[in-house]
Antibody, heavy 127, light 109 residues
Framework: EVQLVESGGGLVKPGRSLRLSCTAS????????MSWFRQAPGKGLEWVGF??????????EYAASVKGRFTISRDDSKSIAYLQMNSLKTEDTAVYYC??????????????????WGQGTLVTVSS | DIQLTQSPSFLSASVGDRVTITCRAS??????LAWYQQKPGKAPKLLIY???TLQSGVPSRFSGSGSGTEFTLTISSLQPEDFATYYC???????????FGGGTKVEIK
């Protein structure tokens, strides 16, 4: 069974750092890009960023709201993706989810698919 | 960034009802649209990708349609386990600026 489990959330003061982990099982982790999303309390979903597989350079992309403060990395030997969050702001308070990304062909289009999602980990930024 | 507008934002329906949710994009996104279901305290669950392709394991009462700027998610016969919030997501901007609609909460009438 494909499974993703996030950990590392908690209460942190503004300006501080936190690192989240996403531990994968049930698939060959190194073959897939991994992505992070978040959801502020009572709000909608927001894409945070993603990291490509090593076969595609392991490069990263980020949402404008976190670029320069957040860093995504991966350890394929441990099947873990990380989200390093620096200079945290109160508006970063959210449940953070990791997902696996695969690409499938549908009627000639390369379609990215984000599935499954982990259960999420809550990050609260407050003084 | 591409904006997605879902309507309605809230929907009250009965078991057995046919339910339709609309998602409109601020510019054409071909078929780069996905639909998710989210229940309280749970992670989103992928229902449909590429606008109309049902994800494996999702009941056939769910269907998606549309292309360009207007899309719909239809539940043909609402079941008790379908009461949840539904989000659309555009992937035309991939790998950057993936955006979601504001959500549609489906509640029991």
């Amino acid at each position: 069974e494909v499974q993703l489990v996030e950990s590392g959330g908690g209460l942190v003061k503004p300006g501080r750092s936190l690192r989240l982990s996403c531990t994968a099982s049930g698939f060959t982790f190194g073959d897939y890009a991994m992505s992070w999303f978040r959801q502020a309390p009572g709000k909608g979903l927001e894409w945070v960023g993603f990291i490509r597989s090593k076969a595609y350079g392991g490069t990263t992309e980020y949402a404008a709201s976190v670029k320069g403060r957040f860093t995504i990395s991966r350890d394929d030997s441990k099947s873990i993706a990380y989200l390093q969050m620096n200079s945290l702001k109160t508006e970063d308070t959210a449940v953070y989810y990791c997902t696996r990304r695969e690409v499938t062909m549908v009627q000639g289009l390369r379609i990215p698919v984000f599935d499954p999602w982990g259960q999420g980990t809550l990050v609260t930024v407050s003084s | 960034d591409i904006q997605l507008t879902q309507s309605p934002s809230f929907l009250s329906a009965s078991v057995g009802d046919r339910v339709t949710i609309t998602c409109r994009a601020s510019q054409g996104i071909s078929s780069y649209l996905a639909w998710y279901q989210q229940k309280p305290g749970k992670a989103p669950k992928l229902l449909i990708y590429a606008a109309s392709t049902l994800q494996s394991g999702v009941p056939s009462r769910f269907s998606g349609s549309g292309s360009g700027t207007e899309f719909t998610l239809t539940i043909s016969s609402l079941q008790p386990e379908d009461f949840a919030t539904y989000y659309c997501q555009q992937l035309n901007s991939y790998p950057r600026a993936l955006t979601f609609g504001g959500g549609t909460k489906v509640e029991i009438k």
